[in-house]
């Protein structure tokens, strides 16, 4: 329970990620966050790494992808409890623990269903990101402002904040990477007051190595076209 009075969920996908998620945990332990922690099915020392702190702790029986993991996530939650936010957050050591006050303080004071944190509202906040990177996003960005209507500064942020009454609206049909595109889509659809919000970032050899390649840009870019024929 946050200071606040908020219940407040942090939903972390981990596949592999036995080297950097106890550093994660670690860091949000400081806060009065309840967090589950999805293990999509890893071949390293993940689960039990994870099953050191006092998280809830799941696991798929196969590897499944990162937007199967987060809906894994989200339906636990809801299921089990009564959240206030649902925030969605990555196990790569990318994202900063303080960033989550600041997305549920926007969200308050702006009635907002949905906060986005977005790496260029404010650029001074990202570190040491590579101009292959920036150039891939800002393709993901032209191709989701387009095709939602939304009008968006970053599009595949894995850092976000839902009201569980938003997050109850929002259903991940594709399991891989372009559950990012399809999450916005769903926001677009369903009409969901939304805002961005600047989150400090941090690129290092390790994120960037599990990162997303121009070719995994492209596989994103067919799954969301297959998606949109069913």
């Known amino acids: ?8 969920w942090v939903i972390i996908p981990a596949f592999n990620e036995a080297s950097a998620i106890g ?10 966050f ?3 922690v999805v293990d999509d099915c890893s071949t390293d020392d993940t689960f039990d790494v994870i099953g ?22 989200i339906d636990y939650v809801l299921q089990n409890h009564q959240p206030d936010y649902l925030v969605t957050f990555d196990a790569d050591g990318q994202h900063v623990p303080e960033s989550i006050p600041h997305l549920v303080e926007v ?29 891939l996003l800002w393709l993901a960005i032209l191709f989701t402002n387009l095709t939602t209507g939304l009008k968006l500064t970053d599009t595949h942020n894995g850092l ?12 991940v049909r594709q399991n891989r990477m372009a559950h990012a595109s399809e999450i916005l889509q769903q926001i677009a659809r369903y009409k969901l007051r939304v805002v961005e919000a600047p989150v400090h970032v941090r690129y290092t050899a390790y994120s960037m190595a599990k990162g997303q390649t121009m070719w995994g840009g492209i596989d994103i870019l067919i799954d969301l076209l297959k998606g949109s024929l069913k």
């Open 34 to 36: 309840n967090i589950v």
């Open 160 to 171: 976000r904040l839902f009201t569980a009454e938003a997050a109850a609206s929002i259903r």
């Open 52 to 73: 050191s702190y006092p998280v809830h702790r799941l696991r798929h029986i196969q590897n499944l992808g990162q937007g199967a993991a987060l809906q894994t996530g």
């Open 1 to 8: 329970m946050a200071k606040d009075g908020k219940d407040i």
């Open 107 to 135: 969200a308050q004071q702006g009635g907002y269903d949905v906060v986005l944190g977005s790496r260029f509202c404010d650029e001074s906040l990202v570190e040491n990101m590579r101009f292959s990177r920036r150039v």
């Open 23 to 32: 550093e994660v945990l670690s860091g949000l332990a400081d806060y009065s």
